[in-house]
């Protein structure tokens, strides 16, 4: 089994920063990608950011500049640093993890956490 939890969202105002985090635990072998996508409520699912397992990174463009993603091989662990953040960046932040267990078996379309929410808010 593997499971990915997200954390760090909450309430912030207009101009703000968050960092939210993403842990992959269970059985393992190996963590390849991860991806943080967003859901506004009425609206699609979007990529946020991505990054490989050699710490290539890419952003959608209403983030360059202002998100960063970062990760920690050895904890599986992945952050979205936000800052400046904006009313368009509320909705239910997801991570995306890419990772082969310790049985071999790697998912096609990764595994998903329930996600967090984040409200840019007054």
């Known amino acids: 089994q593997v499971q990915v939890v997200e954390s760090g969202g909450g309430l912030v105002q207009p101009g703000g920063s968050l960092r939210l985090s993403c842990t992959a635990s269970?059985?393992?072998?190996?963590?390849?990608?991860a991806a943080w996508y967003r859901q506004a409520s009425g609206k699609q699912r979007e990529l946020v950011a991505t990054i490989t397992s050699d710490g290539t990174t890419n952003y959608a463009d209403s983030v360059k500049g202002r998100f960063t993603i970062s990760r920690e091989n050895a904890k599986t662990t992945v952050y979205l640093q936000m800052n400046s953040l904006k009313s368009e960046d509320t909705g239910v932040y997801y991570c995306n993890a890419d990772v082969l267990t310790s049985w071999g078996y790697r998912r096609e379309d990764g595994y998903w956490g329930p996600g967090t929410q984040v409200t840019v808010s007054s």
């Open positions: 269970g059985r393992i072998f190996n963590f390849y990608a």
